[in-house]
């Protein structure tokens, strides 16, 4: 199995910029997409971005121009960078992972904790 670790959470002011990272570790295949998911006081868990292991990468469109999703496939690692946050960035972001045990079993998912993000207007 995953385990998902986010670390960089914090409070900020409105425009200012914020890096999540998010730590795999366990024993796995292989991982294959990874991304971000926040969800907000009293909303539904929401996407933020996802990116496959060649590095294409997806963003909800609240997002596109200001956050950008990376990966480091040989460290296990993806990160967030945001910038020019909102209030309406605040939220606890979650990474995920879709990974493999074997070759031949079937894709699975892993959650991280989450890390809290605070934006002040």
């Known amino acids: 199995q995953v385990q998902l670790v986010e670390s960089g959470g914090g409070l900020v002011q409105a425009g200012e910029s914020l890096r999540l990272s998010c730590a795999a570790s366990g024993v796995f295949f292989t991982i294959n997409a990874m991304g971000w998911y926040r969800q907000a006081p009293g909303k539904q868990r929401e996407l933020v971005a996802t990116?496959?292991?060649?590095?294409?990468?997806n963003y909800a469109d609240s997002v596109k121009g200001r956050f950008t999703i990376s990966r480091d496939n040989a460290k296990n690692m993806v990160y967030l960078q945001m910038n020019k946050l909102k209030p309406e960035d605040t939220a606890v972001y979650y990474c995920?992972?879709?990974?493999?045990?074997?070759?031949?079993?079937?894709?699975?998912?892993?959650w991280g904790q989450g890390t809290q993000v605070i934006v002040s207007s």
């Open positions: 990116i496959s292991v060649s590095s294409n990468t």
């Open positions: 995920s992972a879709e990974y493999k045990l074997t070759l031949m079993q079937s894709t699975k998912t892993s």
